[in-house]
T-cell receptor, first 113, second 115 residues
């Protein structure tokens, strides 16, 4: 499984944008980039995913570098509810174990009021 | 709609005992996953079902762990002769399809404590 590297922790203020980085220098051309987050005492929840182009949804935006060796999850206006551990995960296409999610330690985001 | 549910939410047992953990996936989801999460770590894959069959059980740590999904819906994770090192949160997830673009929906987990 391809590896990802994320900072252990980040801090933000409420209502400010947050940029969560992820490095994946060994990504292959067909790996998808997924982000999940885990709020305290809950199971992980899906945030967003992408392949090559930047992606937006109601929760966040995903900016993917042109060489795909890094990506950034963007929370446009952090709220206290966004305090969680954020996981960046690479997923291979079709079989060979691509079904499972391989979690690292993620980035613990603290949001200050 | 109803999400993934897991029962019990907490389970305390003694070393050497047998435990069963239950997962009810989202209705209609064909894929079901079990993960285990130790304190301060990300979830770790255990086993994946596509329908009734275990498509990938490579994450099961040893033969004390077993999981079934007899009718392609509810799944039970079974742990025999529990050890203190089995203490963790056991998470279940389901997805409508499988593959690199699918979204896995997680339950709240079962916290297992082995004394």
């Amino acid at each position: 499984d391809a590896k990802t590297t994320q900072p252990n922790s980040m801090e933000s203020n409420e209502e400010e944008p947050v940029h969560l980085p992820c490095n994946h220098s060994t990504i292959s051309g067909t790996d998808y980039i997924h982000w999940y987050r885990q709020l305290p005492s809950q199971g992980p929840e899906y945030v967003i995913h992408g392949l090559t182009s930047n992606v937006n949804n109601r929760m966040a935006s995903l900016a993917i570098a042109e060489d795909r060796k890094s990506s950034t999850l963007i929370l446009h206006r952090a709220t206290l509810r966004d305090a969680a551990v954020y996981y960046c995960i690479l997923r291979e296409p079709g079989g060979g174990g691509s079904e499972k999610l391989v979690f690292g330690k993620g980035t613990k985001l603290t949001v200050n009021p | 709609g109803a999400g993934v549910s897991q029962t019990p939410s907490n389970k305390v047992t003694e070393k050497g005992k047998y435990v069963e953990l239950r997962c009810d996936p989202i209705s209609g989801h064909t894929a079901l996953y079990w993960y285990r999460q130790s304190l301060g770590q990300g979830p770790e894959f255990l086993i994946y079902f596509q329908g009734t069959g275990a498509a990938d059980d490579s994450g099961l740590p040893n033969d004390r762990f077993f999981a079934v999904r007899p009718e392609g819906s509810v799944s039970t994770l079974k742990i025999q002769r529990t050890e203190r090192g089995d203490s963790a949160v056991y998470l279940c997830a389901s997805s409508e399809v499988w593959g690199p673009r699918d979204t896995q929906y997680f339950g709240p987990g079962t916290r297992l404590t082995v004394l």
